[in-house]
């Protein structure tokens, strides 16, 4: 099996994930998993798909990722390990579909309007 390279995105968060046959390391912009993501909630969403699929120690992954905040980050990576894991054998989708994990969220922050101070909050008006 050679690397099969997938990609992930999460708001604005764009990962890049390459997958082959490993131990089970993950490097994330050339750092280790638990030096990147130090809060065991955001190394669990990395790791997510492989644990569902009981692959933990079977492949090495490095990460490429860029934008975003370090939620988006994850939720992106975690995403392209899924679809990598999907591409690599077909039977794990049928573990990962159900678990929401091959849908990509659609959710991005609402644009600033003109005359507005945020998004939908208005300048507060007062008559006197």
Aim: glycine residues 8%; aromatic residues 8%; positive net charge.
């Amino acid at each position: 099996m050679e690397t099969v390279h997938k990609i992930g995105r999460r708001k604005t968060a764009v990962a890049r994930v390459y997958v082959s046959k490993g131990k089970g390391n993950i490097t994330i912009n050339k750092r280790e998993l638990a030096n990147y993501f130090t809060t065991p909630t955001l190394q669990y969403k990395v790791q997510q798909p492989l644990m569902l699929t009981e692959n933990l120690s079977s492949y090495d992954i490095k990460v490429n990722v860029y934008g975003g905040g370090v939620t988006g980050q994850a939720e992106a990576i975690r995403l392209g390990i899924t679809r990598a894991l999907v591409a690599i054998n077909e039977e794990n989708k049928a573990v990962l579909k159900p678990e929401g994990l091959l849908t990509r969220d659609p959710r991005m922050v609402e644009r600033k309007k003109f005359g507005q101070k945020k998004a939908r909050k208005k300048f507060q008006f007062s008559k006197r």
